[in-house]
Antibody, heavy 117, light 112 residues
Framework: QVQLQESGPGLVKPSETLSLTCTVS?????????WGWIRQPPGKGLEWIGSIYQSGSTYYNPSLKSRVTISVDTSKNQFSLKLSSVTAADTAVYYC??????????WGQGTLVTVSS | EIVMTQIPLSSPVTLGQPASISCRSS???????????LSWLLQRPGQPPRLLIYTISNRFSGVPDRFSGSGAGTDFTLKISRVEAEDVGVYYCMQTTQFPWTFGQGTKVEIK
């Protein structure tokens, strides 16, 4: 059974870099179509942040592109998100998700990241 | 960017009765490979989203057959044949035909 679990700091200071990791179990990270990140500000809808393809190609939301990096660590079966120069507007629940057989077929439980000094 | 618009944004429903949600895209979701990458997800209160339907009408593993999807091009519909209590939550349509992937605003389904 495929499982994804986000981890990382729950509190980040303004202007700093948000760093999250998604650990995948039950499936090799080398054999999916996409791995991606989606976020949800409190009380609001879903926003796609970006995805990394099996080839290593990355695709980012243009609204975040200048600040986002997604990468894969095959040795640890993990992929990660870095979002730089964060502001209060980046406060959200961050989800990692897979595209194995269908778009966004498996999701992590999500992790709340608050940007505050 | 493809804009996804859902109607209605809120839907009070009666247990055992049908429910329907519409999703319209600002441009065709037909991919160059011939598939239409329109999905429906359900987010129950306090939980992560869960995939229900992909490529318009394919139910994901474990999804009850009371859920069905239909449509083509730019107009899509999710139908619940008989609403059950566990169907309460926010439903999102999502397109993955073109980057950036985009979601609808969400439709909140609650029991009357």
């Amino acid at each position: 059974q495929v499982q994804l679990q986000e981890s990382g700091p729950g509190l980040v200071k303004p202007s700093e870099t948000l760093s999250l990791t998604c650990t995948v179990s039950g499936h090799s990270i080398s054999s999916a179509y996409y791995w991606g990140w989606i976020r949800q500000p409190p009380g609001k809808g879903l926003e796609w942040i970006g995805s990394i393809y099996q080839s290593g190609s990355t695709y980012y939301n243009p609204s975040l592109k200048s600040r986002v990096t997604i990468s894969v660590d095959t040795s640890k079966n993990q992929f990660s998100l870095k979002l730089s120069s964060v502001t209060a507007a980046d406060t959200a629940v961050y989800y990692c998700a897979s595209t194995l057989r269908a778009p966004n077929d498996y999701w992590g439980q999500g992790t709340l990241v608050t940007v505050s000094s | 960017e493809i804009v996804m618009t859902q109607i209605p944004l809120s839907s009070p429903v009666t247990l055992g009765q049908p429910a329907s949600i519409s999703c319209r895209s600002s441009q065709s979701l037909v991919h160059s490979d011939g598939n239409t990458y329109l999905s429906w997800l359900l987010q129950r209160p306090g939980q992560p989203p869960r995939l229900l339907i992909y490529t318009i009408s394919n139910r994901f593993s474990g999804v009850p057959d009371r859920f069905s999807g239909s449509g083509a091009g730019t107009d899509f519909t999710l139908k619940i044949s008989r609403v059950e209590a566990e169907d309460v939550g926010v439903y999102y349509c999502m397109q993955t035909t073109q980057f950036p992937w985009t979601f609808g605003q969400g439709t909140k389904v609650e029991i009357k």
